[in-house]
């Protein structure tokens, strides 16, 4: 799978190690940065990876910042994205069967690294249901067109 993932500096550390993490399962993976724990700011990161994955240059995304929260408010300020703050398992499984969520974001000063991972994890393998939740999905793009 086509992977992109990125951070600002509250999240660079635990992109290393999920990065490696995917690599290591022959995922391709495309870092976006940032590239040192130097303060950034989080939108510079999350827009361009969020325009890449709603292009369909890659089939998931990966943001983390300290919280998870600034990051998914970013992403989802591009039209198409679908980025999804989760904090366990249940979240991301739910994230992708009923949201279609397409860009994971993550909390670098909240999580451990084996949560994030099985978080990560449950996230890439979850496929949408479709059925009666392709309407929603629908109807949140119809809120994207409204935004103009």
Known sequence: MRIAIGADHGGYELKQQIADFLIAQGHQVQDFGTHSPESVDYP????PLARAVV??????GILICGTGIGMSIAA???RGARAALCTDCYMAHMSRQDNDANILCLGGRVLGLGLAL???????NSEFLGGHHTRRIGKIRALDDERG
Do not use: S, W, Y
């Open 44 to 47: 510079d990161f999350a827009a």
């Open 55 to 60: 292009a369909g240059e890659f089939e998931r």
């Open 76 to 78: 989802n300020k591009v």
């Open 118 to 124: 099985d978080i990560v994890q449950v996230f890439l």
